[in-house]
């Protein structure tokens, strides 16, 4: 009962500021979550639910299902979705379906804040983010990407391109972060790994038109890949 309880507090799993009152009469800090223990963390963003224009619900499902299953497999794991606004749709959606799923809460948590600044203005340490990528890997473009690109400086276009060229949709690729960068510096990322999700948009290359069923599947495979690629190299 008390599980589900937890489960069921919408704030049990928000690392938002809204939600810090809540947190210290929980007596427990927010930002203790991610750096009491040896965990490593991954921070990552809704892959292609904005500009490449994928359905919320059936990306909140896939989420959900596909952290259910990578949590089970692993141990020392920490995942933290990541979106901008304490009115994000995706993120009510998910953290609704995490907690209907009963997810541990202390294992996949959900932040409102930059992805770029998890350390200075959120107070989380989240040592690998990872990044909706475009396929040709570009900085810039809008979105996260331009602002990892943009966080991380020149030393992480020039590390990208070392690692690949390109990347297909479903695909990630892990890039260390170079020490010269600020984002290792300031935020302490070591590592970002790009992700290619599905892409709805008619105005960007490869989209599927409306065509779900491989939508899902790409998007399934991205995020399996992420968790994969993540959990390689946090041993
Ligand atoms: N911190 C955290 N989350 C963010 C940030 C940030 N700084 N910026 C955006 N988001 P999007 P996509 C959230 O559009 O749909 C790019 O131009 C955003 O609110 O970045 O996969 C690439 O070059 C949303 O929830 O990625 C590709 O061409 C999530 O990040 C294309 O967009 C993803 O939104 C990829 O589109």
């Not at 009491?36 to 892959?47: C, Y």
């Amino acid at each position: 009962a008390k599980h589900e309880k937890e489960g069921d507090d919408p704030c049990s799993m928000e690392l938002g500021k809204e939600c810090n009152k809540q947190d210290e009469l929980r007596g427990k800090s927010v930002a203790d979550i991610c750096s009491q223990d040896d965990f490593h963390t991954l921070a990552f963003p809704s892959i292609s639910t904005s500009d490449f224009q994928f359905n919320h619900e059936k990306a909140s499902d896939i989420i959900t299902e596909v952290v259910a299953n990578f949590l089970i497999k692993v141990d020392n794991i920490r995942l933290v979705l990541v979106d901008l606004s304490h009115k994000s749709n995706i993120l009510s959606l998910v953290r609704a379906k995490a907690a209907k799923k009963h997810i541990d809460n202390k294992r996949f948590l959900i932040h409102v804040g930059d992805i770029t600044r998890l350390h200075t203005e959120g107070g989380l340490h989240c040592n690998v983010i990872a990044n909706a990528a475009n396929w040709r890997l570009k900085a810039g473009g809008g979105g996260v990407n331009a602002a990892i690109f943009k966080a991380a400086g020149e030393a992480l276009e020039i590390a990208t391109k070392q690692r690949a060229e390109t990347l297909s949709p479903g695909n990630s690729v892990v890039v260390p972060v170079p020490s010269t960068s600020p984002l290792h510096q300031r935020e302490g990322v070591t590592h970002v790994i790009h992700v290619l999700g599905p892409n709805m948009n008619p105005q960007r290359p490869n989209c599927l038109n409306d065509d779900y069923v491989q939508g899902c599947n790409i998007l399934r495979n991205a995020y399996s890949s992420l968790f994969k690629n993540f959990a390689s190299i946090s041993h």
